[in-house]
């Protein structure tokens, strides 16, 4: 990843965890290899978390993303991103709420401008962001917006063990199950397939479909969706040459032997896929977005609000979200090469 551009990390809600595991990932760069990084944050934020903690960070104000690298050996380069009010960890402010929009604006700005390789988005508060006006329901639709995506985005959980696409996300799961449809099936399925071509440098990805129902619907005895819906969408899918398989019994989709026949699940609900992923390796999750125009990776957690400011979180998803976010950089410049 020799000449790559920086990636470009957002602070998230800077009441959260967001600003200590991004100190402690950077504390942790030689250990863990990582590629160069500039955060987007606000420096007296910084300077404040990191005398709490006591912990000897060198910080570094930059202009432009173009100085990261040669400063990331010695210091955290840092992008001043100033926020309305200052924070107490723990205590999250919709004053501040503008402010946490905006940092994921700039390194959007960023990476499309080519000024940066990927987006590395720290854990956001929603219903604090909700108050000051947010309209989305979460990092992923605000992001498509950003980008003027015309088709809608795909979320992916991966850790080295299992990827996981979840077709519906963040609804309910009456009307998860009333929003599913040959057509959001077959976008979801074509969306992961090309970016595991593309990202992942995956030349004929191996997909795994779970059914709705339990038992894949048993042939229509537990449940209709999967002959009406699942099937038909697969079928025309398969004439298409993607390697998707029909409707799979999701109680024996995610054990060791069976995850060594596919390169991702796609599953039918949020819990469908999350439940598997984060019992098999709950640290090293990683959010990722695709269909969009650029990479966007994130922690597979949120703000926890309830130990932020304490040093005790664990750096490890974030650690693994930039190592992801760059690996995918790489390879879709190679793949647009």
Sequence with gaps: MTGQKPLAVTMGDP?????EITLMAWLGRKQEDLPAFFLIDDVGRLERLCKILRWQVPLRRIDTPDQAPEIFDQALPVLPHELAVEVMPGQADPRNGPAVLGAIERACHFVQAGLASAVVTNPIHKEVLYAAGFQHPGHTEFLADLAGSTTPPVMMLACPELRV???TIHLALAEAIARLDGDLIQHTIRTTADALRRDFALAAPRLAVSGLNPHAGEGGNMGREEIE???????ELQ???ILVSLPQSADSLFHEAARR???AA???YHDQAL???KTIDFERGVNVTLGLPFIRTSPDHGTALNIAGRGEANPRSLIEAIKLAAKMAAARARALS
Aim: net charge neutral; charged share 15%.
């Design 239 to 241: 004439k298409e040459g």
């Design 229 to 235: 819906i699942l099937i038909p969408a697969i079928k």
């Design 261 to 263: 026949q596919y390169d």
């Design 165 to 167: 696409v979840p077709v």
């Design 275 to 277: 439940i598997p992923l």
């Design 266 to 268: 796609i599953c039918m």
């Design 15 to 19: 009441a959260g965890i967001g600003g």
